[in-house]
């Protein structure tokens, strides 16, 4: 069969890859612990299923949703948008439901680029930005996220003449895979640059809300003054809420971007099931006290992991945000081999970086969806290995 030149153009998608071996190993009957796939653990808190529960018997929603939501669910998110951000949103013209971000940001791309034209990516990085700019007939340049910037891209080095041909710049923060958090002042110097090369900034806020200090909670990009001008930003329930399989989210931003974006959206989907919209209304509107309750847990873990790991061999450090570990790996292994004998000889799937990017060489991912008694199980596993 002869695919695509796009397809031909993708690389494996890796978390399907590691699912893959991960699901032989069991087969085997070995007891495996995974660090693997980025998906909570925990069941979406009940308060929100019931609201979908009730949401499945009005009529009106088993017709097509169609468009950028019900109004209901854009004013919602303009409210919590407001209180958490302090960003004002208008819900007719600066808001779009999506099925998820994955979706979403996949498509975004197809709404803005010619042949020729250059997106800019992060690596390592979240591998759709990659393959919807290449779906698109678009070209990536990779911006390296390196530990001595904080794992903020260096805009300086991108080439003059790449600057001139980018059409859009994907960035990701609080960021998958590093747990890095971005500065204000890294986003007013992402506003400016995007500015002086007319690109419009894409930034992908899954994470705001898994941080672990509550005074230094992420910032919206949106609250950067001009990013509204140039920028939007994807959100999503599927990790604030832990509702992955829902697949719920949405953009805002830039009113022109949205509605370019909606005409790609009008012509692949018909919208997000309005019963589920319903539910990601009472998420952003009830009280938020399963959000805080999910930073604790993750806290937890976070510290027995991150301590545990800086024992056996792992140069590593404590993120302030997402439920990634970006761990260095042992001296003398590249990132694959550290993968391959975790999981071989320790029974325990991890992510290696450079499957995010070939600036992720030298790491390895853990994702935090064990609780604390599997993770101390997994750290003495890791106690017995030679490196
Ligand atoms: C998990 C994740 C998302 C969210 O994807 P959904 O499609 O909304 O489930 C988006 N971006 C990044 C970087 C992620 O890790």
């Known amino acids: 069969m002869k695919y695509s030149n796009s397809v031909e153009k993708l690389p ?42 009730k949401a499945l018997l009005n009529p009106a929603y088993h017709q097509y949703p169609f468009g950028a939501g019900l109004k209901s669910f854009r004013h919602a998110i303009a409210g919590w948008f407001k209180t958490r951000f302090g960003v004002t949103l208008n819900p007719d013209t600066e ?139 994807f ?30 959206k009008d012509n692949y989907d018909s919208g997000v099931f309005s019963a589920i919209q319903e539910a990601g209304v009472v998420a952003l509107k009830s009280s938020q006290k399963c959000v805080e309750n999910a930073r604790k847990m993750y806290k937890q873990r976070r510290d027995v992991l991150v301590n545990g790991l800086s024992k056996v061999g792992f140069k590593v450090k404590k993120p302030q945000a997402t439920f990634y570990v970006w761990a260095g790996v042992p001296q003398g292994y590249t990132s694959a081999q550290t993968t391959e004998k975790l999981l071989t000889e320790a029974g325990i799937v991890t992510t290696p970086g450079n499957g995010m990017g070939k600036s992720g060489e030298g790491y390895v991912r853990f994702v935090i969806t064990q609780d604390v008694k599997r993770i101390k199980e997994a750290l003495e596993r890791m106690k017995k290995l030679t490196w």
């Open 12 to 53: 494996p998608y890796l978390f399907i890859e590691i699912d893959r071996k991960k699901k032989e190993l069991l087969e085997k009957g070995v007891d495996i612990i995974s660090f693997g796939v980025g998906d909570p653990d925990k069941p979406t808190p009940k308060h929100i299923i019931k609201a979908c529960q």
């Open 95 to 233: 808001i779009h439901s999506n099925i998820g971000s994955k979706e979403a940001i996949g498509h975004f791309p197809l709404a803005f680029l010619n042949p020729g034209d250059v997106v800019l990516v992060p690596e390592p990085g979240y591998p759709v930005y990659n393959s919807g700019t290449i779906f698109a007939g678009g070209t990536p340049y990779f911006m390296p996220l390196l530990e001595e910037n904080n794992f903020l891209p260096d805009l300086s080095r991108i080439p003059e003449d790449i600057c001139n041909k980018a059409k859009i710049m994907f960035i990701n923060y609080p960021n998958n895979p590093t747990g890095a958090v971005a500065t204000k002042e890294f986003f007013k110097e992402v506003v400016a640059f995007a500015k002086k090369y007319s690109i419009i900034v894409a930034h992908d806020a899954a994470y705001s809300e898994m941080f672990y200090d509550k005074t230094k909670a992420p910032v919206s990009f949106l609250s950067v003054p001009g990013a509204m001008d140039i920028g939007v930003e």
């Open 235 to 264: 959100h999503s329930f599927s990790k604030t809420f832990n509702m992955t399989g829902w697949r719920l989210g949405w953009v805002c931003g830039n009113a022109d971007i949205i509605k370019g974006f909606s005409k790609v």
